[in-house]
């Protein structure tokens, strides 16, 4: 008889992927501090335009970003509910494997 394990809410993958990214990383710790525009991001990152607005689309369709027109610019603004979606989803797993630490039962091997 095996005991019921409860129900984990997997990490979404999608998110993971997009964010595992080093400029959609830097782009997310800008964005973390203040709304910024291609401009601001293109002077603070080093990226071209071209390539930090094919990154910034990227993290527009996940979800992680919104955008603010304001005038010819564009600004982007974090979504902070997406990321602590993320961060819950990453506690449970870790205090999932807190709980198996403490009560450890090895499965046998077949």
């Known amino acids: 008889m095996t005991s019921a394990k409860p129900e ?3 990490p ?6 997009v964010l ?16 910024l525009c291609t401009t ?16 910034l689309r ?7 970003v919104e955008t603010e027109p304001c005038g010819r610019f564009t600004y982007y603004r974090l979504r902070p509910e ?7 989803a990453l506690g449970e797993l870790a ?3 807190r709980t198996t630490l403490a009560t450890d039962r090895k499965r046998p091997c077949p």
Do not use: C
């Open 8 to 10: 984990l809410n997997a």
């Open 12 to 17: 979404d993958a999608d998110l993971v992927r």
């Open 20 to 35: 595992a990214d080093p400029l959609r990383l830097q782009i997310v710790t800008l964005l973390a501090r203040e709304t």
């Open 40 to 55: 601001h991001l293109v002077e603070e990152t080093g990226a071209r335009q071209t390539n930090l607005s094919n990154h």
């Open 58 to 64: 990227v993290l527009r369709e996940a979800g992680v």
């Open 82 to 88: 997406v990321l602590d979606a993320l961060a819950a």
């Open 95 to 97: 205090e999932a494997a």
